[in-house]
């Protein structure tokens, strides 16, 4: 089981977030980036909004990064972690400049990127991006061959609905071959398939810990699953976020839980198919307290 270091100020979800969060900057983060790696966790993951609705500010708060620059920042300031989107929204974005951002971090950072993309639930964020929010997944399942021909194809080339190429280059490639690690995040029959056809890991959100064999079996079932499936994340406090980031109390997500309930949580994941997770921030006081928290869960809670 890896552990992620779970960044504070990444976001401001009334489920999760602390008041000191706030006041994290970014230069906080980047000796935290550096701190993650030093303690050993395996991955830095950035949640993406590009812009909220005043309606929606209440539960899922106004604070998102954009997940390739801030990707390739923490990546620029570390040598060995790797950094992952937790999700980037995949049909918001044209494929060619998506596949360019990622395969640029990958070859500057010598391969340490991994991408989880999902196809994006809030409707409003569309409708201001001008992008048709019902034909997103239409949308993601091209966007995604797109990018994995301009990744690994000599000569690329692609003729679709939204997006068509021919007689192009495209470098750098990514250092990863055959390239980057993809990962689909969400619970929906759609993603699942998804998941079987292009991905080697997947992220669930809404999915209870006990189902998660389940979904994965039928991962495993459709026709062209080609076996890639290796990585499932689920963090110990996924379950205190509901849909729409609504507020779910859940006594075993709780955060702050003592070390041998930790572990044994974990284990349990461990037996229902996961493969990575992260620990909640119990309530704290201060960027300090987070310091020595991240070290008790590296010195404890990984061995």
Known sequence: MKLAFPMPHLLRLKATGQPWEAAVTGADQTRLARWAERLGYAMIAVPEHHIIPKAHVDLSGPHYFSAYPAMAYWAGATETIRVNSCIAILPLQHPVVT?????????????????????GWLEEEFRLLGVPFHERGARAEEYIQAILELWTADEPSFEGT???????????????????????????????RRVARYAS??????????????????????????GRLTEVFYGLGTARVGEGHAVQDDPHARPGMPRQEIVDRLGWFKDLGVTMSSVPIPPLASLDEYYDYTQWVAEEIMP
């Open 201 to 226: 890991g997947w992220w669930p959100f809404l999915t209870k810990p006990e189902d998660i064999p389940a979904k994965i079996d039928y991962i495993r079932s459709q026709p062209d699953y080609d």
């Open 162 to 192: 939204y997006v068509s190429f021919k007689d192009v280059a495209f470098e750098p490639k990514p250092v990863q071959k055959p390239h980057p690690p993809v990962w689909f995040g969400g619970d929906a029959d759609p993603v699942l």
């Open 99 to 119: 596949a360019k951002a990622l395969s640029t971090i990958d070859w500057l950072s010598s391969g340490r990127v991994t991408v989880t993309f999902a196809v």
